[in-house]
């Protein structure tokens, strides 16, 4: 089975501070991708990337970058934590770029900014 | 400008009824559509595709159903069960988008006892 993993189901973090979020994919996929997910809005991408140090945009990328140095490895940063940045981080990965695969979700990440 | 729709916020359903979550889509170039289940505080999980070249596919209790000259696809749950109660979100993505799927914002099901 896949596994995806994302570092903390719960963080609280204040107005300003430069935030990381983990996940990591155990099973050599090519892409992954960063949602987030808010009541009446679905999950809206926000980077995605299929191979190593590369990344694209999403549909809501404004306030945050990623991080890609290794395969299993995708890293989301908040640059500068706002308040309508809290939200249900969710991290996927799915097998390759041109093929019609499902993603696979972690847990997600509840991240509260104060 | 949303390009898959889940018309229903939620729907409530009865135990050993049938379930029917519905879902429409406006761009033509999709080619590979999917249901995902929502358990709150989880990750969603994967339930079952359909390539356009189908207009069925059945994995146990699950059918997903594909019209694409209406550019609807649907999923059927016989018969429901309590546990299937979730946020189902439907997603679509065409060849070539680099694995990128397009959500639809979900359905709340409630399966009553």
């Known amino acids: 089975d896949v596994k995806v993993t994302q570092s903390s189901r719960y963080l609280v973090k204040r107005t300003g501070e430069k935030v990381f979020l983990e996940c990591v994919q155990d099973?050599?996929?090519?892409?992954m991708f960063w949602y987030r997910q808010d009541p009446g809005l679905g999950l809206r991408l926000i980077y995605f990337?299929?191979?190593?140090?590369?990344?694209e945009k999403g549909d809501i990328p404004e306030g945050y970058s990623v991080s890609r140095e290794k395969k299993e490895r995708f890293s989301l940063i908040l640059e500068s934590a706002s308040t309508n940045q809290t939200s249900m981080y969710l991290c996927?990965?799915?097998?390759?770029?041109?093929?019609?695969?499902?993603?696979?979700f972690g847990d997600g990440t509840r991240l509260s900014i104060l | 400008d949303q390009q898959v729709k889940q018309n229903s916020p939620s729907l409530s359903v009865q135990e050993g009824r049938i379930s029917i979550l519905n879902c429409d889509y406006t761009?033509?170039?999709?080619?590979?559509f999917l249901w995902y289940k929502k358990y709150p505080a989880e990750g969603p999980t994967f339930l079952i595709s359909?390539?356009?070249?189908?207009d069925k596919n059945e994995d146990g209790r699950f059918t997903v159903f594909l019209n694409k000259s209406a550019k609807h696809l649907s999923l059927h749950i016989v018969p429901s069960q309590p546990g299937d109660s979730a946020v189902y979100f439907c997603?679509?993505?065409?060849?070539?988008?680099?694995?990128?799927?397009?959500f639809g914002k979900g359905t709340k099901l409630s399966v009553k006892p």
């Open positions: 996927a990965s799915s097998l390759e770029a041109l093929g019609n695969q499902p993603q696979h």
């Open positions: 099973m050599d996929h090519e892409n």
């Open positions: 990337s299929y191979d190593v140090k590369m990344k």
């Open positions: 761009n033509s170039m999709f080619d590979y």
């Open positions: 359909i390539s356009s070249i189908k």
């Open positions: 997603a679509a993505s065409r060849r070539g988008s680099q694995g990128n799927l397009i």
